[in-house]
């Protein structure tokens, strides 16, 4: 029997098997330290989970129109315009099952075969997979440390070919928290719309910008791209809620029609549950105010970080502008040794360290980059200082 060739050539995230091994462990009775996580280590507000258990109460259980419940579309594009002062209307929305579903379901309304999508280096895990799985074709771009991994326009326009459909972009990023200044975009719009070519936006992280950097939404800055634009956000990561599956998509009428249909046929609407409560989150003030305290607590451990990690020899990161993820340089430990194993690369250096120091953490492979690890800082401090101990002890016993 033979499986589709399509779907043999889609890889399995990279980030579920470090952590698969990680829980293996943690079973085991192992203290692992788990720096592998994609998601905050805040609960839910209470008040959302609330709101859901009254929803229920109130018998919402049924489907809801396909593309998002209405209440909820208003919600959205309420607080869109009051965050980033650009008002799209409730047509020009739609609520998918995350973040990931609004880039399956976008990639999937503009690929044809042979069509090129550009992602930058290093990119989120699933961006290359999500474009193959829609048909098209990932084209990974080199970006340069000194340029803090953005993407330059002479990187852009070197990458462009008669197939280009699409660019990725990604800020603040996962997996190195880089963050684009208006002025760094514009260098890329300009090519972009010369060129004709469609912009996905990935603004997962928008309220998790640190130093009081100001996130300006893509739309909001660069308005003339409406009709070439897909912005993709969500509840996961702001408000803690990544089990709920509650993304966002917003573009212009047509986008959003084509992507509403490929859901009315696979998955239809989003639990019902978490939209309501979604909509009850989006329009109380209170949620803000959450917001901002949990983004200092992830600012305070940043710093923390940063400092634990400058003082262990070997290891090189830029400090991240935004997102909860290190991006760590492991290049300089290359080819060393530990119990007669060698470091070739992130997955080496992975697999050792959880074995000899239990500390999780994900290799840069996942994400393009093999002299590189991804840590979260999405944990307690004290969780912070004991894993970053650990992997200060595995990296001075090496040979
Ligand atoms: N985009 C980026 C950059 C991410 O890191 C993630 C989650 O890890 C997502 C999108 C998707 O998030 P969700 O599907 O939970 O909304």
């Given at each position: ?22 829980n ?29 258990a ?9 489907y ?46 503009i ?25 098209g074709r ?14 330059k ?22 997996p ?10 514009e ?11 469609f ?21 909001e800055?660069?308005?003339q ?11 996961s990561?702001s ?9 966002f ?14 859901q ?5 609407n ?33 710093d ?14 830029i ?35 959880l074995?000899?120091?239990k500390?999780a ?17 999405a ?14 002890d ?6």
């Open positions: 029997m033979e499986y589709s060739a399509r779907i043999a050539k889609i890889e399995e995230s990279k980030t579920i098997a470090v952590s698969t091994a990680a293996k462990l943690t079973a085991a009775g192992e203290d692992v330290v788990s720096f592998g996580a994609g998601e905050p280590d805040f609960p839910t507000p209470d008040f959302i989970k609330k709101a859901a009254e929803a229920m109460k109130k018998g919402y259980t049924g809801t129109s396909a593309s998002g419940l209405p209440e909820l579309k208003q919600a959205v594009v309420n607080k869109f315009a009051s965050d980033y002062s650009y008002k799209y209307s409730t047509e020009e929305v739609i609520v998918c099952n995350g973040g990931k579903q609004v880039l399956f379901n976008g990639l999937s309304a690929l044809a075969e042979n069509d090129e999508v550009l992602i930058p280096k290093p990119y989120w895990v699933s961006y290359p997979e999500l474009v193959k799985l829609a048909g990932p084209v990974l771009v080199e970006t340069e440390a000194k340029n803090k991994y953005k993407l326009a002479a990187e852009l326009r070197k990458n462009i070919t008669e197939n280009t459909k699409a660019v990725i972009i990604n800020s603040p990023s996962n190195d928290g880089h963050f684009y200044t208006q002025l760094e975009l260098e890329l719009i300009g090519v972009l719309i010369e060129k004709d070519i912009v996905i936006s990935d603004e997962i992280y928008d309220k998790l910008l640190y130093d009081d950097r100001e996130f300006k939404s893509m739309i800055l660069f308005p791209l409406k009709n070439r634009l897909l912005v993709v956000n969500g509840m990561k408000y803690s809620m990544t089990g709920w599956r509650v993304g998509g917003f573009a212009n009428q047509e986008w959003i029609k084509n992507m509403a249909k490929i009315s046929h696979t998955t239809s989003v639990n019902t549950i978490a939209q309501y409560a979604s909509a009850k989150a989006l329009n109380n003030d209170k949620l803000d105010q959450i917001i901002k305290k949990r983004k200092d607590i992830y600012q305070q451990r940043r923390l970080t940063a400092e634990l990690l400058a003082d262990i020899k070997g290891l090189k990161a400090k991240p502008a935004g997102a909860f993820y290190f991006f760590i340089d492991i290049s300089g430990l290359k080819n060393r040794k530990i119990n007669g194993e060698k470091i070739k690369g992130s997955l080496s250096f992975a697999d050792l360290l074995e000899e120091k500390v953490v994900v290799p840069g492979i996942a994400f393009g980059m093999d002299n590189f690890i991804r840590i979260s800082f944990l307690g401090e004290e969780r912070i200082k004991e894993g970053i101990k650990r992997i200060g595995f990296v001075a016993s090496l040979n």
